[in-house]
């Protein structure tokens, strides 16, 4: 399928790593003009070099902290006017509410709800302006399936996801979509991290909690990021222009509700 975005611009924040490079990847693949966005430049050096060579089409890169107004300028000073813009960042590891200070929780609301945020308003208008605009939200089942050792993820992303419920509504005249994924358990270096959380609290190994994970899923597996990827590169294309405010679920069937 033609996803008709070819020529398009995207910014995609976490883009050197996991499902961000995945997407990346794929909307290259698309002929997007992608640009990877994250805080390390050795690991973006490497993704987008290596995205380049996998498409034959360029990716350029630019380190950029979404949490900071610095941050944000360096990525739209890379990418001006994107089409696209995919909002990504890791979540904090897991552990317990009552040890969580003040400044985790702005930590928190920083890189998963206000960071994002500042980004949509500064690129919603223009692409409204250009009518067309793809706005993805990377989030976490846990909006759906809270799990308490994560409540950190937990508030902050359900905080974005509430508040562009409304926006959607508003730009989709426009042809300017924002929607929400929502990864369940992927094998990237994020779940890693997050087992890694946990071991202290379980008492097991990595290898035995990673295995489990993987297994008790109903899929009986962990997702890859290239079907995350997938997905994305279609909700950000010309036929998804009728979908908007939605939080699409990619769990393996680990969400154990009808609706």
């Known amino acids: 399928m033609d996803l008709g975005i070819n020529g398009k611009t995207a910014l995609v924040f976490g883009g050197s790593r996991g ?11 698309e002929g997007v003009k992608v640009v990877i966005a994250a805080r390390t ?8 070099s290596e995205i380049s060579l996998q498409t034959g089409n360029a990716v350029r890169y630019v380190i950029s902290d979404i949490t900071t107004e610095a941050g944000r300028d360096a990525a739209l000073a890379a990418c001006p006017s994107p089409d696209i813009l995919v ?35 500064r ?3 223009q692409m409204i302006e250009n009518r067309f605009g793809r706005i993805i939200n990377i989030v976490s089942r846990s909006v ?7 409540g950190l993820s ?3 992303r359900s905080g974005l996801v509430g508040f562009v419920a409304g926006l959607a509504r508003q730009t989709v005249r426009h042809n300017v979509t924002i929607n929400n994924l929502l990864p369940g358990v992927f094998a990237t270096d994020a779940q890693r991290r997050h087992i890694r959380g946990m071991l202290e609290s379980t008492g097991k190994s990595f290898d035995q909690l990673w295995e489990e994970r993987g297994k008790n899923n109903p899929a009986g597996r962990f997702g890859q990021p290239e079907e995350i990827g997938a997905l994305c590169a279609f909700v950000c294309s010309a036929h998804a222009g009728y979908m908007t405010g939605q939080s699409l679920l990619m769990d393996g069937g680990g969400y154990p509700g009808t609706f």
Not at 19 to 29: D, K, N
Not at 41 to 48: D, I, P, R
Not at 144 to 150: N, V
């Open 19 to 29: 499902i961000g490079r995945a997407i990346a990847e794929r909307l290259s693949s």
């Open 41 to 48: 430049e050795s690991t973006l050096l490497a993704a987008a």
């Open 87 to 121: 909002n990504n960042a890791d979540g904090p590891e897991p552990g317990d509410f009552r040890t969580w200070r003040q400044e985790d929780w702005h930590q928190a609301l920083d890189s998963m709800m206000l960071g994002p945020i500042e980004m949509i308003r």
């Open 123 to 125: 690129t919603v208008d």
């Open 144 to 150: 759906k399936t809270p799990q308490i050792e994560l």
């Open 154 to 156: 937990n508030g902050a």
